[in-house]
């Protein structure tokens, strides 16, 4: 295992097998309500290449117009977002070492070719809490790196695991090379969710 920067904790085989599918059954339920989406960039309108929805009273959302921000409503249905299943809370509570309840869980959806290029998660007016990310169906080749530069380091994200950005490593640089097809067979017709549970607003 590489050397992660600090506050940068990776919790393998968080989820057991049935915690994996009784979370896929209740993010299948969210998908329905709340459909899949393509998320494009600010300014140039270029689709990303995952798709996306949320669960919570806020979603991350971003369009050509208005870019990234955080919205209490589906940008293609204008429905409120559906509210966070109880499972969610409770990894929350049981990993993120915060006080407060996540307000929003960015739900990413990869498939064949779909990955994210190296980032920082800045949109939150509250960089203090952590970022709980739950991975689910296959494999993720998973790159992070300090927040100032320097050195990134790769490494493999299986259904099931959990990565957490707190403390110094909240500003953690990240993103996703690729998704390795066929490696998990929880999700049927294979690709991989990501889960993001964030704060957003600074109060409790
Ligand atoms: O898919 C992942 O593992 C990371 C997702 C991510 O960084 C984000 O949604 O901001
Ligand atoms: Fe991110």
């Known amino acids: 295992m590489t050397t992660l920067p600090d506050g940068v904790r990776y919790i393998p085989e968080a989820l057991d097998k049935s915690a994996q599918t009784d979370l896929l059954k209740e993010i299948r339920a969210v998908v329905a309500k709340a459909p899949l989406y393509t998320p494009r960039m600010p300014r140039t309108g270029k689709?990303?290449?995952?798709?996306?929805?949320?669960?919570?009273?806020?979603?991350?959302?971003?369009?050509?117009?208005?870019?990234?921000?955080?919205?209490?409503?589906?940008?293609?249905?204008?429905?409120?977002?559906?509210?966070?299943?109880?499972?969610?809370?409770?990894?929350?509570?049981?990993?993120?070492?915060?006080?407060?309840?996540?307000?929003?869980?960015?739900?990413?959806?990869?498939?064949?070719?779909?990955?994210?290029?190296?980032?920082?998660?800045k949109?939150?007016?509250?960089?203090?809490?952590?970022?709980l990310s739950i991975s689910l169906g296959d494999t993720a080749v998973f790159r992070v790196g300090p927040a100032d530069g320097g050195r990134t380091c790769s490494f493999r994200?299986?259904?099931?695991?959990?990565?957490?950005?707190?403390?110094?490593?909240?500003?953690?640089?990240?993103?996703v090379d690729r998704i390795l097809p066929g490696t998990s067979s929880l999700l049927k017709d294979g690709g991989r969710l990501n889960l993001t549970?964030?704060?957003?607003?600074?109060a409790g």
């Open 123 to 131: 949109d939150e007016e509250n960089l203090v809490a952590p970022v």
């Open 47 to 121: 689709a990303m290449s995952v798709r996306m929805t949320n669960c919570g009273l806020l979603g991350w959302v971003t369009d050509k117009e208005h870019g990234y921000r955080y919205q209490p409503t589906h940008p293609v249905t204008g429905e409120p977002w559906p509210a966070m299943p109880d499972m969610l809370l409770d990894l929350w509570r049981t990993h993120s070492d915060w006080p407060d309840p996540p307000e929003a869980c960015l739900v990413n959806f990869y498939d064949g070719p779909a990955r994210m290029g190296l980032h920082q998660d």
């Open 197 to 202: 549970l964030r704060r957003v607003t600074k």
């Open 157 to 175: 994200l299986a259904s099931g695991d959990i990565v957490i950005l707190g403390g110094e490593g909240r500003m953690a640089r990240h993103g």
